[in-house]
């Protein structure tokens, strides 16, 4: 019974194994993050059973550290995968020096233009020439941003030479391990909920017991009394099972990542009724701004799913099999 809880709490090499292959293909072009990933998350695996077996023991996370930290840096074995570009940008960072290129001559565009055309910036040009003159001298000269930025990529390039760093030791990142579930923070989530409940129940019972201008502006309407209120209880209850059932297991499984994404869906499917499915209060008021903060949630959830979904991209999956 002791020993199970432990269990949770300590991190398998496998998902260390993963957090270091992780690490080195995102310094790989999208192209080349799948392939390159299951290859050699294949090719740790194996060598890390065979550590173990030349050990005579069962592969720990210990073992599998020491492993990858031999492999080698996840810059230097991305390079093994990937010619690097230009030699004054490092092949990690070319990806975002082009972003912040395209970035910055776009703003400069965007403000420029629009006062030349309308005559708000002083050009040396009559009204029907107004562009060519904007492109010959403010157009032309936000390009002074993408000679600014090589600039500086090649002192920085020479800074490296002449002053090499010395690399610490690949430490994965924190959580690493993505099924582990953070039981206090989980329970604080849980604590929130059941509070949240109470206040919703309070509220409803004042409105009745008690007839005053504050009970009257939070009085629910009897429509979402009768038919959407009894739905947001079981969706109450069904979110707070989850919560419980992952406290107690400490671990996120397959079946609980499906019924949490469904919740989140259905909430979605629930907030949208409640704001366009009639009035949630009689009072215009408490109404109006419950739906505004409901709106507003939806679209916080939104948010959520889809980083979410760009956090699973990260997730290594076997190559699609080319046809033809």
């Known amino acids: 019974m002791s020993s199970e809880p432990a269990k949770h709490e300590t991190a398998r090499p496998e998902a260390l194994i993963e957090a270091y292959v992780v690490d080195v293909i995102r310094r790989?072009?999208?192209?080349?993050?799948?392939?390159?990933?299951?290859?050699?998350?294949?090719?740790?695996?194996?060598?890390?059973?065979?550590?173990?077996?030349?050990?005579?023991?069962?592969?720990?996370?210990?073992?599998?550290?020491e492993l990858v930290r031999e492999f080698g840096q996840p810059d230097d074995v991305a390079a093994r995968y990937h010619t690097p570009g230009a030699p004054i940008i490092p092949p990690a960072h070319t990806r975002g020096f082009v972003w912040m290129t395209i970035v910055g001559v776009a703003l400069q565009w965007s403000v420029s233009l629009p006062l030349a055309v309308t005559g708000k910036m002083p050009l040396a040009a009559p009204e029907d020439s107004r562009f060519a003159a904007?492109?010959?001298?403010?157009?032309?000269?936000?390009?002074?941003?993408?000679?600014?930025?090589?600039?500086?990529?090649?002192?920085?390039?020479?800074?490296?030479?002449?002053?090499?760093?010395?690399?610490?030791?690949?430490?994965?990142?924190?959580?690493?391990?993505?099924?582990?579930?953070?039981?206090?923070?989980?329970?604080?989530?849980?604590?929130?909920?059941?509070?949240?409940?109470?206040?919703?129940?309070?509220?409803?019972?004042i409105v009745v017991t008690f007839d005053n201008p504050f009970t009257r502006a939070l009085a629910f309407d009897g429509d979402f009394l009768a038919t959407r209120a009894p739905v947001l209880l079981i969706y109450w209850a069904a979110g707070i099972t989850l919560l419980i059932v992952l406290i107690i297991e400490g671990r996120w499984r397959h079946l609980t990542r499906r019924i949490d994404l469904a919740l989140k869906l259905a909430s979605i499917v629930l907030m949208a009724w409640f704001v366009f499915g009639g009035r949630i209060f009689t009072g215009e008021t408490a109404d109006q701004t419950t739906k505004g903060a409901l709106a507003l949630i939806i679209v916080l959830i939104l948010g959520q799913l889809a980083f979410d979904a760009w956090r699973l991209r990260s997730r290594i999956r076997p190559p699609q099999a080319q046809r033809g």
Not at 30 to 35: A, G, I, L, P, V
Not at 148 to 171: E, G, N
């Open 28 to 65: 790989l072009p999208r192209k080349q993050r799948n392939d390159v990933g299951f290859e050699l998350r294949a090719l740790l695996t194996e060598s890390l059973k065979g550590r173990a077996a030349d050990a005579g023991r069962v592969a720990d996370e210990a073992m599998a550290l």
């Open 134 to 205: 904007w492109w010959l001298t403010y157009g032309l000269g936000a390009f002074w941003w993408p000679g600014f930025l090589v600039s500086m990529m090649m002192i920085a390039a020479a800074v490296r030479q002449a002053w090499p760093t010395s690399l610490a030791a690949w430490k994965p990142s924190k959580p690493f391990d993505r099924d582990h579930i953070n039981r206090p923070l989980l329970g604080l989530g849980l604590a929130a909920a059941l509070a949240g409940i109470a206040i919703w129940v309070l509220v409803a019972w």
